[in-house]
Structures are given as C-alpha cells and as structure tokens.
C-alpha cells in the first residue's frame, strides 16, 4: 500500500498529492466534502491548512477530517492538468 509522502493544495478542492512510491496526481476532492466533517473545507481558507499526518501516513484538516491513502491514489477523481 501506498503512502501519502506531501501534499499542496493548488486551488480549492485540488490537491497535488505524492506517493511514496513517487506517483505525483493532481486530485479532485469536490464532490466528496459531504457530511459533518467535510463541511468546513469547502471553505477555501480551511482547505488550504491541508497537510501530511506522518502517523496516519495521508493528508487531514485540523477538524479531524482525512482521505486515506488508497482513495487519493486510486479512486479520487484526478484533476484537469494545471
């Protein structure tokens, strides 16, 4: 399994995301910030406090919310090339 090893945020809602295994994808979180915990990031000033947990191995928010490593790799929807 891979493992979030940074990510930066580009614009609201996308993340430019590196794997250890060095796979580099631009991600489209939109359509997933749904539901209690997700709420607040669609607010851009939260989303850009995105960061790499080195316990949790995958990019979280300060409120607690996270994508695991294998959604951001596989099943996030990419985002257009910036």
Request: proline share 6%; net charge positive.
């Given at each position: ?59 979280i928010w300060p409120n607690g919310a ?17």
């Amino acid at each position: 399994m891979e493992i979030v090893t940074k990510v930066r945020v580009l614009r609201p809602y996308i993340l430019r995301v590196t794997f250890s295994d060095g796979t580099v994808r631009d991600v489209d979180v939109e359509s997933e910030l749904y539901g209690e915990v997700f709420e607040p990031l669609k607010d851009p000033r939260v989303f850009a406090k995105a960061r790499v947990d080195k316990t949790l191995r995958t990019v979280i928010w300060p409120n607690g919310a996270d994508f695991s490593p294998e959604f951001l790799y596989r099943g996030a929807k990419s985002a257009a090339a910036v």
